[in-house]
């Protein structure tokens, strides 16, 4: 399959749709592994041979290969937009992803980490006392602090930080802005970690955060720091900078936040993906509900008719 057409494709979303550079690789693996598996069926298809039937082998075999929902999804809505890209520049007239169903999402709702178990992680024994443990501490704290994105947090330049304002501006998904409060103790704790980096490293670096050879961090960085430091105070399964994510837009809610403010806050462009926020808390207070109330444990009693 021609793979220039995957390069002018992606440089279409990067110039025109200006995504980020996460969502970017995000579109590459997704349709490198489609011409992956149409290069192991050892036929000449061209993009434009491609037929639904083929695509819903593919699908298939995704499934049995154990992959998730969420990552059946994807790969569908990657090459779906490929297609739509195709049919723009009039290569094609017909989308063949676009009758392919999405497997449906379980109904799972977010995991979080309770406060207490995020207090653990503002112990400073946590941290070493050195360089990479005062950077490694920002990047936890900026992760729940604000509900950044890792590849938020990885592109964070030293400009987005408005001391004198208490204010980060973060370049979100879509290429949209959005200013996020910094509460004194992070503003505290980023004041510190930029002291310690001007001591260490003399040149201004690309990116505000840095590895311990002053080179720029990528969101792989940002996952490892975050998947070390979860591993020590919770067993959930994934320990991923999401998690973070999801902390910080509960407990906002479970505080008495109102779901449009989180909906600022997280830079989502739909209420619909902010909603599910929402749930959780109910969820929580059900919980507390049936534990604290005097009357939430009486039977009703029995009635004759």
Do not use: C
């Amino acid at each position: 399959m021609q793979y220039s057409y995957v390069v002018d494709f992606l440089k279409y979303l990067e110039r025109e749709k200006r995504v980020s550079g996460e969502t970017l690789r995000g579109y590459r693996d997704d349709l490198t592994y489609f011409m992956s598996y149409i290069s192991d069926l050892q036929l000449p298809y061209t993009w434009e041979q491609i037929e639904s039937e083929t695509i819903r082998n593919w699908v298939v075999q995704l499934a049995s290969e154990g992959k998730k929902a969420t990552v059946i999804r994807r790969r569908i809505a990657g090459l779906r937009a490929m297609y739509r890209f195709l049919q723009r520049t009039a290569l094609i007239k017909t989308n063949p992803v676009q009758r392919i169903p999405l497997p449906r999402m379980s109904k799972n709702l977010p995991r979080f980490i309770s406060v207490e178990g995020m207090k653990k992680l503002e112990r400073t024994d946590f941290y070493s006392t050195d360089f990479s443990g005062i950077r490694d501490k920002v990047i936890i704290e900026l992760l729940y602090g604000t509900g950044m994105r890792r590849a938020e947090v990885a592109q964070l330049k030293d400009k987005d930080i408005h001391w004198e304002r208490k204010e980060i501006s973060v370049m979100g998904k879509g290429g949209k802005m959005r200013i996020l409060p910094v509460y004194p103790g992070l503003l505290t704790i980023l004041e510190t970690y930029f002291k310690e980096r001007k001591a260490y490293f003399e040149e201004n670096p690309e990116t505000f955060l840095i590895t311990n050879k002053g080179k720029r961090v990528y969101t792989r960085f940002i996952y490892e720091v975050s998947t070390r430091y979860l591993s020590q105070i919770t067993s959930i399964e994934n320990k991923g900078p999401h998690l973070l994510r999801h902390t910080f837009a509960t407990h906002l809610m479970d505080n008495g936040a109102d779901i449009q403010s989180v909906k600022a806050l997280l830079g989502h462009s739909s209420l619909a993906a902010t909603q599910v926020y929402m749930h959780n808390s109910a969820e929580r207070l059900k919980k507390i509900y049936q534990q604290a109330h005097p009357k939430a444990h009486r039977k009703l009693p029995e009635t004759n008719g």
